[in-house]
């Protein structure tokens, strides 16, 4: 059974409607990837949000009344809240059994559920500990200053420095398993660079199809799902290109973790196993969903994510995926506007556009 979900955006007032209902449109992709149900969806408009539980007071009895009135468990913020604007929604949400959970503890639950290797359980449990660490220091701190009582505050202060303690403590272990596996990953970078072998990089918005054009062009095993985050894991593949030589040319090819709209850039670089990938690599695959109606917006948050990560100067091939699907976008004038790109339309589910991309693969490696 589906946990029913309640999904809460603050935004400004110049902010349409179209827009605001836009924004959780995307959070309810990610809800329904975890596995949640939305049952209702709530908008507030605010210049600035409220400063102790982020919604304000009128917003969060509608909540409470919607969530005892449908059987809410769960209401989730579209926003990264601070730690004592999470602790005080969840205690006034507490009195109808709801809990609250903000855009990050979303998407960490959805990685915690989607990681399969050793090392992204470890990256989303560092990611984890950095964003709920500051909280249960802030949770503490409210503890201490509510209490009141003789000897409140001083056993409140000492609780406070234990977490803080054994928090660093596990972060420094995971810090020193996440090192010793970045080793091992830099050797085998070396030893591909000894072999003269060129590398290419798939990085893209998530759901547009990165790992189905992975399995698609190298026959790699991949785990394919039409969901959000479907894939967290590193995945190389060899993809051959025949040319001049008789041997002809072998590229290696990584999958990356997909790229979302406001996910913090300190999120991402927890996943450094998959993005190292794409800082070493040649060239960049930019996976596009051509059937998507806001494509163009994506292929803007997917750009200004690699240039965050230095990666803005890198040869890139857009690869506009699901060329099969009906599109919103003319063919030619996605050619015109992205011509710098080196634009290639294809379909990893159809195994259409292939070999050109493969054509257009080796153009960028020549030059």
Not at 91 to 99: A, I, N, S, T
Request: hydrophobic fraction near 40%; avoid cysteine.
């Amino acid at each position: 059974m589906s946990l029913p979900v309640i999904l809460v955006d603050v935004v400004g007032k110049d902010v349409s409607q179209k827009e605001a209902f836009e924004r959780l449109e995307e959070l309810e992709n990610l809800v329904n990837t975890f596995g949640g149900l939305v049952v209702v969806k709530k908008v507030q408009r605010r210049g600035i949000p409220d400063y102790g539980t982020f919604v304000g007071k009128g917003k969060i009895q509608e909540i409470m009344d919607d969530g005892k009135a449908l059987g809410a468990k769960l209401v989730v913020v579209n926003n990264i809240l601070k730690p004592g604007q999470v602790y005080r929604l969840s205690e006034q949400l507490r009195k109808v059994k709801m809990g609250a959970w903000d855009r990050i503890d979303l998407i960490l639950k959805i990685f915690s559920k989607h990681a399969k290797s050793a090392e992204a359980k470890l990256q989303i449990e560092l990611a984890a500990i950095r964003h709920t660490g500051p909280r249960i220091f802030g949770l503490g701190l409210d503890l201490s200053r509510q209490g009141g009582g003789i000897g409140t505050s001083g056993i409140g202060e000492t609780n406070i420095e234990r977490m803080k303690r054994h928090l660093k403590e596990h972060e420094h272990r995971v810090m020193m398993k996440l090192k010793h596996m970045e080793k091992v990953r830099t050797q085998h970078r070396e030893h591909r660079a000894r072999l003269n072998l060129p590398t290419a990089a798939i990085v893209g918005y998530t759901n547009a199809g990165k790992s189905s054009l992975l399995r698609a062009i190298t026959k790699k095993d991949a785990y394919v799902a039409n969901k959000l985050f479907a894939t967290l894991d590193t995945r190389i593949g060899q993809l051959h290109i025949q040319n001049e030589t008789p041997q002809g040319i072998n590229v290696m090819l990584s999958d990356t973790i997909g790229f979302i709209r406001d996910l913090p850039p300190s999120l991402i670089k927890s996943f450094k196993s998959t993005l190292e990938e794409a800082i070493h690599a040649d060239i960049i695959l930019h996976v596009i969903d051509y059937s998507d109606p806001k494509m163009e917006d994506k292929i803007m948050i997917v750009e200004d994510i690699l240039k965050d990560l230095g990666l803005g100067d890198r040869p890139q091939i857009f690869v506009f995926n699901k060329y099969d699907l009906p599109s919103p976008f003319a063919k030619f004038e996605i050619e015109r506007q992205y011509q710098a790109f080196s634009p290639v339309f294809a379909s990893a589910e159809r195994k259409v556009g292939l070999d050109e991309l493969k054509q257009v693969i080796k153009q960028k490696l020549k030059k």
